[in-house]
Nanobody
Framework: VQLVESGGGLVQPGGSLRLSCAVSGFTFADYVIGWFRQAPGKEREGVSVIRNFDGDTYYADSVKGRFTISSDNTKNTVYLQMNSLKPEDTAVYYC???????????????WGQGTQVTVSS
């Protein structure tokens, strides 16, 4: 099982980034994929979740209306489109996979290595 994030980088406040999470080693459509983030000195927090089997999504209040999660089952890839970025969005972003799903990191069995997002002028 492997999850590989990409798309992070440095962006100015108000800018956009699209993160990708390419997964392999399991039946993509059966899993829930979540995006989490961890800022320096803070605990990891859930950002957004998508259930590949029905397309249901969840967003944390802090990103609702700015971030959009989507899934391409033909490419086994989940995307996180991040718009109107703020300095407080700065963190390492991780994608994770779970059969059970949920918003807590303890629900997730498999994790990527993370990608850094820095929002700064």
């Amino acid at each position: 099982v492997q999850l590989v994030e990409s798309g992070g980088g440095l962006v100015q406040p108000g800018g956009s980034l699209r993160l990708s999470c390419a997964v392999s080693g399991f039946t993509f459509a059966d899993y829930v994929i979540g995006w989490f983030r961890q800022a320096p000195g803070k605990e990891r927090e859930g950002v957004s979740v998508i259930r590949n089997f029905d397309g249901d999504t969840y967003y944390a209040d802090s990103v609702k209306g700015r971030f959009t999660i989507s899934s391409d089952n033909t490419k086994n890839t989940v995307y996180l489109q991040m718009n109107s970025l703020k300095p407080e969005d700065t963190a390492v972003y991780y994608c994770a996979a779970s059969v059970v799903g949920g918003n807590a990191e303890t629900d997730y069995n498999y994790w990527g290595q993370g990608t850094q997002v820095t929002v700064s002028s």
